[in-house]
């Protein structure tokens, strides 16, 4: 399996990179500190379901999407955990 995007790279490079606006322009009018966008294009914080609602008001694509893209990112940043041996406890 192929390494996902994480939203933040996603959101950086299709919307902020391409388009050519400022980081901290973004922050304000998404309602987030530049700090938190910061944190969440780096990847040092994941989305959540309040981040996801207001990138999806400001870039039209909807939240499930981008909740979509981050658990399938968490997922495969975590695959190395399918091989657990834990017993069921039913």
């Not at 391409?18 to 304000?28: N, Q, V």
């Amino acid at each position: 399996m192929r390494k996902p995007i994480s939203p933040g790279q996603y959101f950086y490079e299709t919307y902020i990179e391409e388009h050519g606006l400022l980081k901290p322009d973004i922050a304000r009018h998404i309602g987030i500190t530049e700090k938190a966008l910061a944190n969440f294009i780096g990847g040092t914080v994941p989305l959540n379901a309040e981040l996801a609602y207001r990138l999806a008001k400001a870039t039209g694509k909807p939240a499930r999407d981008w909740l979509n893209m981050q658990t399938n990112y968490e997922l495969w940043k975590n695959r190395h955990l399918e091989n657990l041996k834990i017993d069921s406890i039913v």
